[in-house]
């Protein structure tokens, strides 16, 4: 038994039973895949994958007992080598971090700016997605952290803290008509087609339900993942904008106004995420406390060991 038997198991399941996939992401070739994932079945006495033909179509019942085990035995050696570079270089490595358009735009440049200065020989990687994307790749190890919304404590698979609220505000075009509103409403606002974010993006789900709880039906005539986007076609005439609050900073460069959207929608919280089990770096605890100050490694340190704990793989 060895790790690339281990490595060959797992990627056949997260790649759809694809060994054409398998082989690329692990550097080697379709026939030499085929050959570990069978060596590791004759070793153990069982099929781990049934077939049809040479395909894979799917994971036979042991084998869905095996693979929680390859997962946790691959996750701890991952775990072992990042103690290990802990250890001999406290300073240096690669800090990835998957969040959203609006926190990489908005609240990470002086988080970053500042984590930086403090280490200046660690890389960051910033991919950025809808938080369905950002979730799996903190659960593949592809990420470190993830940064989104709400939707990152549905996961199993990782552990979420929530770092801060925000609201939505409304944006308009210098000479709108909702300027002069004493008090926005959403029956108001309702008489306008409406620009804001994708499903799935940065509190949409909250805006989707106030419109609905109130009876209404929002007119979205365009929707974007990034708060530019939503603003610059709002600059153009074209609706009006619903955006996080972070964002409205660039309002006042494209002749746009704004209006407090707190009475009318819930608040949103972002969320931290981790891999359950993870070994994190002294310097992404750091990181954490930059973005987060008030979270405590101890108190990330106890979540994490409670929740390796309880994971039943």
Not at 24 to 53: A, K, M, W, Y
Not at 138 to 145: E, F, L, Q, R, Y
Not at 148 to 163: H, I, N, P, R, W
Not at 198 to 203: A, S
Request: glycine residues 8%.
């Amino acid at each position: 038994m060895n790790f690339q038997q281990l490595r060959s198991i797992r990627e056949a399941s997260r790649r759809g039973f694809n060994l054409t996939e398998v082989a690329n992401v692990l550097f080697t070739s379709q026939p030499g895949v085929s050959r570990q994932i069978r060596e590791l079945e004759e070793e153990l006495g069982v099929d781990i994958f049934e077939r049809n033909g040479k395909r894979l179509t799917g994971l036979t019942e042991p084998g869905k007992g095996i693979l929680p085990i390859i997962e946790r035995l691959l996750r701890e050696a991952e775990n072992l080598q990042k103690a290990g570079n802990e250890f001999s270089d406290q300073t240096r490595g690669t800090l990835s971090i998957a969040t959203t358009h609006t926190q990489a735009r908005y609240v990470l440049p002086e988080v970053v700016q500042k984590f930086r200065l403090a280490y200046p020989d660690v890389r960051i990687a910033l991919q950025q997605s809808s938080p369905e994307h950002i979730a799996e790749w903190v659960i593949s190890g592809k990420a470190d952290i993830g940064i989104a919304t709400e939707g990152l404590s549905q996961f199993k698979d990782l552990v979420s803290f929530a770092c801060y609220e925000w609201n939505h505000m409304i944006v308009v075009p210098d000479d709108h008509p909702l300027l002069s509103q004493s008090l926005l409403t959403l029956e108001e606002l309702a008489k306008y087609p409406i620009i804001t974010y994708d499903r799935g993006f940065t509190g949409r789900s909250h805006i989707d339900a106030a419109f609905e709880q109130a009876g209404l039906q929002a007119d979205i005539v365009l929707t974007a993942m990034d708060s530019d986007v939503i603003q610059q076609y709002v600059s153009l005439g074209l609706g009006v904008g619903i955006v996080a609050s972070m964002a409205v900073e660039a309002s006042r460069s494209q002749g746009l106004r704004t209006l407090y959207g707190k009475h009318l929608f819930t608040p949103n919280v972002t969320r931290l995420a981790v891999r359950r089990g993870a070994y994190l770096r002294s310097y992404t605890y750091d990181f954490i406390r930059e973005f987060a100050p008030a979270l405590s490694k101890e108190e990330i340190h106890r979540a994490l060991s409670e929740a390796s704990q309880a994971d039943p793989g």
